[in-house]
Structures are given as structure tokens and as C-alpha cells.
């Protein structure tokens, strides 16, 4: 009995086609969409509310999650494309952090202490313990705790002219070495702007000029000694906080003043100034 031949298989070479088809028809889909996004077309706003709705959800699905041996990459971010700026440096974490309120309060009044010494070193010398009798120098800086730190009080008739927001060039020095101490502490800090209750002789109001002188300390800093620009921030109060009482010239002349304050975080975040 002759035996059956089996038919030889028949190899399939176009294969590639199903891949193809699907390829067209995701294509035809595509153009289908944009065409109904096309302005003037049919139900334009319940397509658009449509397929907002579903590319929403597909670009804001969640990605799985990364394990923390499998990543690569830089293990700190770098300057990137403003690496020639001053003050918008990304720098690593150089400040002690507080577990706890009582550890906080240790470091608040070590680092005061500690701004408080390089203050009477760098701006007043030897003439910080002035000779009996004499007057010795003019005191440019008072620092103070707060209650979300502390703060350096800069008497505004030794930078800055009357009715004026530049300030003195023979100052420019002094306010350089306050930043470079600054600098070391790293903390984010407020710079504010007091006036006395006076009308302005310029041409500014005591808002404006509150406002522009601490916003001039605020840029010097930055620009002079680096300081990084997201951990700086201005504020204007022009006389609604004094200080003294602006019945007299003296009492006038403390609330004219600068005021840096130095913010401390507290169980990571940071504290709001009262």
C-alpha cells in the first residue's frame, strides 16, 4: 500500500504585514482624533472634553516605582545650566537640624552667639571694648532673638541716605562682611525694611522705601557673597513696627532700620513667623 506524502508546511513570509495593519489603524486612529480637535468640527468641546479626559489618564498613570539599588545616577543634583549664576546654586545641606524644641533652642543660641562674636570682630575691631570715657564706634548692628530664631538690627541712618534705597558706598563693606557671616550659618533669612512715622523727603513713600532698601540689602547679598536666592526673602513694613517711641529724633532713629532675620526649621518644616 503506497503510503500518503505529507504536504510540505508552508512558510508564512509576510508576517510583517500584521504588524503593519496594526500600525495603519493606530495611525487612522490618531488622525480620526486630531481631526475632530480641528476647530469648526463636529461637537468640538464634548470631543475635546473626551479626549482631554483620556489622555489625562494615560500620561498621569503612575509609573512603578524605581528600587532604590537599581537607580543610577548622580546621588546630589548638580548646578546644571546655572552654574554661572550667583545665588541660585543648589549646595548640599550644611545646617544641623533639631529633633526636638529643646535641641532647637541650643542651636538657635549657639549660632547667635556664635554671629554675635564674628560681629564684633569683623565690623567693629578693637574699638568693641571702647576706653573709659570714650564713645568708641557707632553701633551698626544689635542682634536680637525672635521667636522663629534671631535677628541682626541694622540702624538704616549708617546705609542708606535720607529718603534714599542705594546704599552708601562706604557701607557696602560692612554689609559684605554681615552676608559672609551669614554665608557660614546657611539658614534662610527674611530681609525687612522699618521707617519712622515721618513722610518720606523723596520720592518715595515709607512703603516703597522700606520695601526697595530691603530688597537692595537682599540683592547685595546675593550678588556679592553668593547667597542662595531661594533662601532669601524681602518684606517692607514702612512704620507699623516700631521700635521706640517716634516722639523724639532718637527714638525715630532706631525704628529706621534693616532687619535680617535668621528662620529655623522645626521638625522639617519651616516655622511661621507671628
Same mark, same amino acid.
Given at each position: 500500500?503506497?503510503?500518503?506524502?505529507?504536504?510540505?508546511?508552508?512558510?508564512?513570509?509576510?508576517?510583517?504585514?500584521?504588524? +503593519?495593519?496594526?500600525?495603519?489603524?493606530?495611525?487612522?486612529?490618531?488622525? $480620526?482624533? *486630531? +481631526?475632530?480637535?480641528?476647530? /469648526?468640527?463636529?461637537?468640538?468641546?464634548?470631543?475635546?472634553?473626551?479626549?482631554?479626559?483620556?489622555?489625562?489618564?494615560?500620561? @498621569?498613570?503612575?509609573?512603578?516605582?524605581?528600587?532604590?539599588d537599581?537607580k543610577?545616577?548622580p546621588?546630589?543634583?548638580?548646578? /546644571?545650566?546655572? #552654574?554661572?549664576?550667583? /545665588?541660585? =546654586?543648589?549646595?548640599?545641606?550644611?545646617?544641623?537640624?533639631?529633633?526636638?524644641?529643646?535641641?532647637?533652642?541650643?542651636?538657635?543660641?549657639?549660632?547667635?552667639?556664635? $554671629?554675635?562674636?564674628?560681629?564684633?570682630?569683623?565690623l &567693629? %575691631?578693637?574699638?568693641?571694648?571702647?576706653?573709659?570715657?570714650?564713645?568708641?564706634?557707632?553701633?551698626?548692628? @544689635?542682634?536680637?532673638?525672635?521667636?522663629?530664631?534671631?535677628?541682626? =538690627? *541694622?540702624?538704616?541712618?549708617h546705609?542708606?541716605?535720607? %529718603?534714599?534705597?542705594?546704599?552708601?558706598?562706604?557701607?557696602?563693606?560692612?554689609?559684605?562682611? $554681615?552676608?559672609?557671616?551669614?554665608?557660614?550659618?546657611?539658614?534662610?533669612? $527674611?530681609?525687612?525694611?522699618?521707617?519712622? @512715622? *515721618?513722610?518720606?523727603?523723596?520720592? &518715595?513713600?515709607?512703603?516703597?522705601?522700606?520695601?526697595?532698601?530691603?530688597?537692595? !540689602?537682599?540683592?547685595? *547679598?546675593?550678588?556679592?557673597?553668593?547667597?542662595?536666592?531661594?533662601? !532669601?526673602?524681602?518684606? %517692607? +513694613?514702612? #512704620?507699623?513696627?516700631? !521700635?521706640? =517711641?517716634?516722639?523724639?529724633?532718637? %527714638?525715630?532713629?532706631?525704628?529706621?532700620?534693616?532687619?535680617?532675620?535668621?528662620?529655623y526649621?522645626?521638625?522639617?518644616?519651616?516655622?511661621?513667623?507671628?
Amino acid at each position: 500500500m503506497a503510503v500518503k506524502e505529507k504536504c510540505p508546511e508552508f512558510e508564512n513570509h509576510e508576517r510583517w504585514l500584521v504588524s +503593519y495593519a496594526d500600525m495603519v489603524t493606530m495611525l487612522f486612529a490618531l488622525f $480620526v482624533v *486630531l +481631526y475632530a480637535l480641528k476647530p /469648526g468640527g463636529a461637537t468640538p468641546t464634548e470631543v475635546n472634553k473626551v479626549v482631554a479626559a483620556s489622555l489625562a489618564d494615560a500620561l @498621569n498613570m503612575p509609573l512603578p516605582e524605581i528600587p532604590i539599588d537599581r537607580k543610577v545616577g548622580p546621588t546630589a543634583q548638580g548646578m /546644571g545650566i546655572f #552654574d554661572n549664576f550667583s /545665588g541660585d =546654586q543648589i549646595r548640599e545641606p550644611l545646617t544641623q537640624k533639631f529633633p526636638s524644641g529643646s535641641h532647637r533652642a541650643k542651636v538657635i543660641e549657639m549660632e547667635m552667639n556664635r $554671629v554675635r562674636l564674628l560681629v564684633e570682630e569683623r565690623l &567693629y %575691631g578693637q574699638n568693641k571694648y571702647p576706653e573709659k570715657g570714650d564713645k568708641g564706634q557707632e553701633r551698626l548692628v @544689635n542682634i536680637e532673638k525672635t521667636s522663629t530664631g534671631f535677628k541682626l =538690627q *541694622l540702624a538704616a541712618r549708617h546705609f542708606f541716605a535720607s %529718603g534714599e534705597y542705594q546704599m552708601r558706598r562706604e557701607a557696602l563693606k560692612e554689609m559684605e562682611e $554681615v552676608g559672609q557671616i551669614l554665608m557660614e550659618l546657611g539658614r534662610p533669612i $527674611v530681609v525687612e525694611g522699618h521707617t519712622d @512715622n *515721618l513722610p518720606s523727603s523723596g520720592q &518715595y513713600s515709607n512703603w516703597e522705601l522700606s520695601a526697595l532698601r530691603a530688597a537692595s !540689602v537682599a540683592k547685595y *547679598l546675593i550678588k556679592t557673597t553668593g547667597y542662595p536666592a531661594t533662601k !532669601v526673602a524681602v518684606a %517692607g +513694613y514702612a #512704620d507699623l513696627r516700631p !521700635v521706640a =517711641q517716634n516722639t523724639s529724633e532718637a %527714638g525715630r532713629a532706631m525704628n529706621r532700620r534693616i532687619e535680617i532675620h535668621i528662620n529655623y526649621e522645626q521638625d522639617g518644616a519651616a516655622s511661621e513667623r507671628q
